[in-house]
């Protein structure tokens, strides 16, 4: 039997030190930061790092390759605009983006540095660029775009089964949420437009894929950790892998895997 000893006085102050330092750390690894002379930091970026690495770990356990596959980023704020860039970075072609005042479309996909200026010239949390397509315009072409890729980055419940339903019949594979309940439904939770996606398409569920902040303040009330940039962003990356390969180990179909995750999390909770 496994004996747990309570923090110390001093294992307290430690773990609540490497949090408030933590999350607030400027991002020196040019890895994971579009500039780092613009000090952005962990909190600014990681939660769109852990929808783009859900991507990334999805096609390394269920088969298939990032590299190449078309992406639509729904929303440029914090998480949308690092998601874009994340995905971007990892070959992944961005092919469409939707903001709240309107949008971009290529469908060669923008080249990595066209996303990064994009990251670089947002305006505060809105997409910025002299060639915006009005959004009634972009609203209307961007869900039958062919796209394997929908990360729903805006606000939640904006999503309806017909935008959905228009991607699917245009190629989409799979779908990382930055939003919590991306889904136009009225329940709380695994409403019916979430379930018909679950059940066309792989859907990895929010609290899987948009977990980098929640992951972030786990990691630094451990006991004395690394505080590079490098174990930090680790950390979350391979938590979401890790959830995404138990998700697998208990249903490897390329559906339901959102069904699966919450079934293994509720198990885990009661």
């Given at each position: 039997?496994?004996v ?5 006085e ?22 994971y ?11 600014d ?9 859900a ?10 390759d ?10 440029f ?20 983006i939707?903001?709240?005042?309107g ?11 066209e ?13 910025r660029?002299?060639?915006?397509i ?6 209307e072409k961007?869900?039958?775009l ?8 805006a ?32 329940e ?18 929010d609290?899987?894929?948009n977990?980098?902040m929640?992951r972030v ?5 451990e ?5 590079t940039d ?6 979350t ?9 138990n998700?697998y ?22």
């Open positions: 039997m496994q747990i000893f309570p923090p110390t001093a294992d307290k102050i430690n773990r609540i030190g490497q949090l408030r330092q933590g999350v607030i750390k400027v991002i020196e690894n040019p890895i930061s579009p500039d780092v002379s613009r000090k952005y930091t962990v909190a970026m990681i939660t769109g790092y852990g929808v783009a690495e991507v990334k770990h999805f096609y390394d356990i269920y088969g298939g990032v590299k190449g596959k078309r992406a639509v980023v729904q929303g704020g914090n998480v949308g605009s690092a998601a874009a860039y994340y995905l971007s970075q990892m070959g992944a072609k961005v092919v469409g939707i903001d709240r005042a949008g971009l479309i290529n469908e060669d996909g923008f080249s990595f540095e996303i990064k200026e994009m990251f670089l010239n947002k305006d505060g949390n809105a997409l660029s002299s060639n915006l009005p959004f009634e315009k972009v609203n961007i869900w039958s062919k796209t394997e890729i929908f990360a729903p980055c606000a939640s419940r904006l999503v309806s089964q017909d935008q959905i339903d228009q991607m699917i019949a245009s190629g989409l594979e799979v779908i990382s949420c930055g939003a919590n309940v991306p889904f136009a439904d009225k709380i939770f695994f409403g019916s437009i979430m379930e018909h996606t679950d059940e066309k398409v792989s859907l990895i569920p609290f899987i894929s977990c980098g929640a303040f786990a990691y630094f009330m006991r004395r950790v690394q505080m490098e174990a930090i962003f680790n950390d990356s391979m938590t979401i892998r890790n959830a995404i390969q998700t180990n208990n249903n490897s179909s390329r559906t339901q895997i959102s069904s699966t995750a919450f079934e293994i999390a509720l198990k885990q909770l009661v």
